[in-house]
């Protein structure tokens, strides 16, 4: 079936440096994606969404790129600092038969921020 | 205001035990949905639910029941605990299906031995 997966998962980076997070989706439909934080022992938390008629999307510290070429999704972090320590997820609004829209989610891939 | 509410936080089941995850939302979204999440692993969807007295099954429903008799409270119910039920839950709310952000509750990590 058709799903949205992340290349790494475990990424290990220096306080200061940018951090990039990959996703791959397979699902060619889909028209909005979404990338959430989830730190431990807590829910995932919304961090900044991209709908498939736009390339990038720039927020504070973060940037999401699209490619749809070669269904590639990717989130990078500006100057990472401890605190972004978390495991990130990309997911899709992907639509079920009923016609309903689902947030759905790939594996998730953890970052870790070494001061 | 406080946002998705998930109660308990943590739970130990004997098997063959039953238990209901509450869960409620004080934004007046018509979108709820529930996650389990394995160690590991991403959220995988149980069952959702589009407004009041509408509900719908997810990616794995087994062993699960809800349901949404007002717009604020979405549980989850467990019958006949298995060990297989032991993870992570998640309750989730957005205002529209079309709305991008999905707001998440704190999880409930429950455990069947």
């Known amino acids: 079936g058709e799903s949205v997966g992340l290349h790494l998962p475990t990424l290990s980076v220096q306080e200061g440096d940018n951090s990039i997070i990959n996703c791959a989706y397979s699902n060619s439909a889909s028209d909005y994606f979404i990338w959430y934080k989830q730190e431990s022992g807590k829910g995932p938390q919304f961090i900044i969404d991209?709908?498939?008629?736009?390339d990038k999307r720039q927020g504070q510290r973060v940037t999401v790129l699209l490619n749809k070429t070669v269904k590639h999704l990717s989130l990078q972090i500006a100057a990472t600092q401890p605190g972004d320590s978390a495991v990130y997820f990309c997911?899709?609004?992907?639509?079920?038969?009923?016609?309903?829209?689902?947030?759905?989610f790939g594996r998730g891939t953890s970052l870790i921020v070494h001061p | 205001n406080a946002g998705v509410t998930q109660t308990p936080k943590f739970r130990i089941l004997k098997i063959g035990q039953s238990m209901t995850l509450q869960c409620t939302q004080d934004m007046n979204h018509n979108y709820m949905y529930w996650y389990r999440q394995d160690p590991g692993m991403g959220l995988k969807l149980i069952y959702y639910?589009?407004?009041?007295?509408?509900?719908d099954k997810g990616e794995v429903p087994n062993g699960y029941n809800v349901s949404r008799s007002t717009t604020e409270d979405f549980p989850l119910r467990l019958e006949l605990a298995a060990p297989s039920q032991t993870s992570v839950y998640f309750c989730?709310?957005?205002?529209?299906?079309?709305?991008?952000?999905?707001?998440f509750g704190q999880g409930t990590r429950l455990t069947v031995v």
């Open positions: 989730a709310s957005r205002r529209t299906q079309g709305a991008l952000e999905a707001f």
């Open positions: 639910s589009v407004g009041a007295g509408i509900t």
């Open positions: 997911a899709e609004n992907i639509r079920l038969s009923g016609g309903s829209y689902i947030p759905t």
């Open positions: 991209i709908r498939s008629n736009m």
